[in-house]
């Protein structure tokens, strides 16, 4: 069994990295996911998909720790300016001509962002990612192609803060339709 989990975990930890899109979160992720399928390594069938079981685990795992979050309270992030002022950076330091892939992958609503990832970055097919969220197929081209073109819409705008903010206001909104 551990071996075969081994060969799947640089996958596990690239889906994870781009879900949470924080090393410590997506360290947790990948733990609680791993500690998951050990424990439900009974209910895995020798014939199928070690790989797409390991990634419909770590996606219940991801949902169930949203959820969890919204009913915890916020922490305060509130913290004396003088204490923190050596490690303010000014606008001019911070950005330079290279635009932050993973800041615009965090942008994308979630639901686009997790399916742009898997057909994209674990190159799965749109069935497997299909079978994987519970959507339907249509859904999977859909959430896909939404997904793209706000990637590419977020990666025009340059890395100026004054250029990010008036790409900002010219961006529509995403809104969901019922």
């Known amino acids: 069994m551990r071996d075969q989990l081994w060969t799947h975990l640089p996958a596990l930890r690239r889906y994870a990295r781009m879900l949470t899109g924080d090393a410590w979160a997506s360290d947790d992720l990948i733990q609680d996911t791993l500690e998951r399928a050990c424990r439900k390594w009974a209910l895995w069938t020798v014939d199928s998909n070690l790989r797409a079981w390991l990634f419909s685990l770590m996606h219940n795992v991801h949902i169930s720790q949203i959820r969890q979050r919204r009913h915890q309270p916020a922490p305060s992030m509130m913290q004396d300016a003088e204490k923190v002022e050596h490690e303010l950076v000014?606008?001019?330091?911070?950005?330079?001509?290279?635009?932050?892939?993973?800041?615009?992958?965090?942008?994308?609503?979630?639901?686009?962002?997790?399916?742009?990832?898997?057909?994209?970055?674990?190159?799965?097919?749109?069935?497997?990612?299909?079978?994987?969220?519970?959507?339907?197929?249509?859904t999977v081209m859909s959430r896909l192609h939404r997904a793209r073109s706000r990637l590419k819409e977020l990666m025009t705008v340059t890395s100026s803060p004054s250029a990010l903010a008036q790409g900002r206001a010219q961006i529509p909104k995403m809104r969901r339709l019922k």
């Open 90 to 138: 000014s606008a001019q330091d911070a950005h330079d001509d290279r635009l932050d892939m993973q800041a615009c992958l965090m942008r994308l609503p979630e639901d686009q962002r997790q399916v742009l990832l898997l057909v994209t970055l674990e190159s799965m097919s749109y069935q497997d990612v299909a079978t994987l969220l519970g959507v339907p197929v249509g």
